[in-house]
């Protein structure tokens, strides 16, 4: 028999199965044996996700419509923009990050090849969001239809 064992992660705990211990996995094999309950909670969880991930999208189409205001009438250099939004998205990050996870343990340090990982992907997105607003200054964007 398996004990299940909580792995931390971002979004909460992983459950992974391990070898060394007696108790049972309390899954249930048949999709048929899952009580209402568990189901009510999937079907929760899934309208949670959809909703949120419909306020990620309306949010970054709000985003764009307004860099390309600020762009097109306000501020008229995107690089400048990106440059002065992205170190002011990073500081909110950071202190909302410190609020959320302050009970938490810090997580162990990241290695050499994790921390150039991050750097790359950073400064890729980085480029993509600065061209991306290049591009906004020269492109229309229908503010309705």
């Given at each position: 028999?398996?004990?299940?064992?909580?792995?931390?992660?971002?979004?909460?705990?992983?459950?992974?199965?391990?070898?060394?211990?007696?108790?049972?996995?309390?899954t249930p094999?048949?999709?048929?044996?899952?009580?209402?309950a568990?189901?009510?909670?999937?079907?929760?969880?899934?309208?949670?996700?959809?909703?949120?991930?419909?306020?990620?999208?309306?949010?970054?189409?709000?985003?764009?419509?307004?860099?390309?205001?600020?762009?097109?009438?306000?501020?008229?250099?995107?690089?400048?923009?990106?440059?002065?939004?992205?170190?002011?998205?990073?500081?909110?990050?950071?202190?909302?990050?410190?609020?959320?996870?302050?009970?938490?343990?810090?997580p162990?340090?990241?290695?050499?090849?994790?921390?150039?990982?991050?750097?790359?992907?950073?400064?890729?997105?980085?480029?993509?969001?600065?061209?991306?607003?290049?591009?906004?200054?020269?492109?229309?964007?229908?503010?309705?239809?």
């Amino acid at each position: 028999p398996r004990k299940i064992q909580p792995y931390p992660s971002p979004g909460g705990y992983l459950r992974l199965i391990s070898d060394e211990s007696t108790e049972e996995s309390s899954t249930p094999r048949d999709p048929r044996d899952v009580e209402p309950a568990a189901q009510w909670r999937l079907a929760n969880k899934a309208g949670q996700v959809f909703i949120f991930t419909s306020m990620w999208w309306c949010s970054a189409i709000l985003v764009i419509l307004q860099i390309k205001e600020v762009v097109s009438f306000l501020f008229p250099f995107p690089f400048a923009l990106t440059a002065m939004v992205q170190p002011t998205t990073a500081v909110c990050a950071f202190l909302l990050a410190k609020m959320v996870h302050a009970k938490r343990a810090a997580p162990p340090p990241l290695q050499p090849h994790e921390m150039l990982y991050v750097a790359f992907i950073g400064t890729v997105q980085g480029f993509e969001i600065g061209l991306t607003n290049k591009a906004l200054e020269y492109l229309s964007v229908a503010g309705r239809t």
